[in-house]
């Protein structure tokens, strides 16, 4: 039997990532869960920003972000840089992450402590309600070499990506693998 708990109980695991931005000198990160691919060509990602968010006004200035996919030892950081604002903090600072720049887009900082950095150029943005959707197309990706296997997958038991649970509150680390995709016909 099921019971009805109302359309704002709508929930599912999301990804745990940390969005990092810069405009001239400012440097700033934030914490996002409602962040997803949307397209494999090219390649490109949507993460959702409250409108009011100060990272969002960087973004909007430079025009790109790096998205950074902590591992499960960092939830105390990433939840840090969830609840403290950039414009009066430097976050950087206060987890004790190291900004790094590629080559593409050096105003652009990624955090070196997260296993796994995707660089991205701003394309397109919507608005929605009290929100901003920032669509980027990815412009390249780090990770770091320990967890590539030899046919250069990124091995996902090295990344130890979590995600955020908002029915609870709660960060909850993926678990184990339970099968492969089965390509063909139904």
Known sequence: MKIQIGSSKVNFPMPAVLVTCQNE????IIAIAWASMI????PSLMVSFLKTRFSLSLIQKSGSFGLNVPCSRDV?????CGIV??????????????PFYGELYPQTPLIKECPMNVLCKTVQSIEYEDRI???????????????????????????????YWMSG?????IGTRIGNVKRGKL
Do not use: M
């Open 25 to 28: 000198n400012k440097l700033d």
């Open 169 to 173: 509150g709660e960060y909850w680390d």
């Open 76 to 80: 105390d950081k990433l939840n840090h």
């Open 85 to 98: 604002s950039g414009l009066t903090h430097d976050k950087f600072i206060d987890v004790a992450y190291t």
């Open 133 to 163: 959707i920032l669509f980027g197309r990815v412009e390249e990706v780090f990770v770091d070499s320990e967890a590539v296997t030899e046919s250069k997958q990124i091995d996902l038991e090295k990344i130890k990506p979590f995600v």
């Open 39 to 42: 397209s494999l060509n090219p």
